[in-house]
């Protein structure tokens, strides 16, 4: 997961045209701590990005949140431009639900002593 900052100003863009970014690699999964959501209580992958930006001085801390109907739209949009990752897992989902729908259910976690 990628953050970055698109505002064309000379700090943030390289002399290329492109702009500055980060790459997460620290996902954890938290809930929700936003008074506004509809479920306050909802989990939610959070991609932190600790001081990042082209301050001098200060550097801003981000984080981006993802719900699982996050999730569900980046795949679709991946099934829009065809990767075959993005519609196996959509097809498997479909796949899921109609199993349930039938009646299937997994079985039993083994008990140990």
């Known amino acids: 997961m990628y953050l970055h900052r698109v505002t064309e100003t000379w700090e943030w863009a390289n002399p290329d045209g492109t ?65 075959p990752e993005a519609i196996a897992i959509r097809q498997a989902l479909k796949l899921a639900v109609a199993a349930k729908q039938l009646g299937w259910r997994p079985p039993a976690a083994p008990q140990s002593n």
């Open 19 to 83: 702009y500055l970014g980060g790459q997460c690699e620290d996902l954890n999964m938290e809930q929700s701590r936003f008074a506004n959501e509809v479920d306050g209580d909802e989990w939610r992958a959070v991609a932190r990005f600790p001081r990042f930006g082209g301050g001098k001085k200060r550097q801003s801390d981000y984080e981006v949140g993802i719900r699982w109907k996050d999730v569900e739209t980046i795949i679709d949009k991946f099934c829009e431009v065809g990767r």
